[in-house]
Nanobody
Framework: QVQLVESGGGSVQAGGSLRLSCRAS????????MAWFRQGPGKDREFVAA????????FYAESVKDRFTISRENPRSAVDLQMNSLKPDDTAVYYC?????????????????WGQGTQVTVSS
């Protein structure tokens, strides 16, 4: 069993930055693909970024590429999302997710574990 707890959400003006963190409890964190998804008002949940187990390849949605950076620290069982140049369209609840092995990174149904979400609000 893996439990995920997000932190770091908040309100910021357009152009600002926020850093989200996700801490995992449970064993074998290093073998999971870790990801961030988000769900904006009236929208479906969408993929934001992912990082393979063992500190491998990183993946980003086109809408956040070059603005967001995902990183993970296996000893701390943590995965962070640095968000720069934020836009009002980035307003959403952001969720941390964990999936065993090499999941299809953008497919939310392949992730077994989810955090409770943290709100990010970007004002214009």
């Amino acid at each position: 069993q893996v439990q995920l707890v997000e932190s770091g959400g908040g309100s910021v003006q357009a152009g600002g930055s926020l850093r989200l963190s996700c801490r995992a409890s449970g064993r074998a964190f290093s073998t999971f693909t870790m990801a961030w998804f988000r769900q904006g008002p009236g929208k479906d949940r969408e993929f934001v970024a992912a990082k393979r187990w063992g500190g491998g390849a990183s993946f980003y949605a086109e809408s956040v590429k070059d603005r967001f950076t995902i990183s993970r620290e296996n000893p701390r069982s943590a995965v962070d999302l640095q968000m720069n140049s934020l836009k009002p369209d980035d307003t959403a609840v952001y969720y941390c997710a964990a999936g065993r092995g090499s999941v299809t990174v953008f497919a939310n149904q392949e992730y077994e574990y989810w955090g409770q979400g943290t709100q990010v609000t970007v004002s214009s």
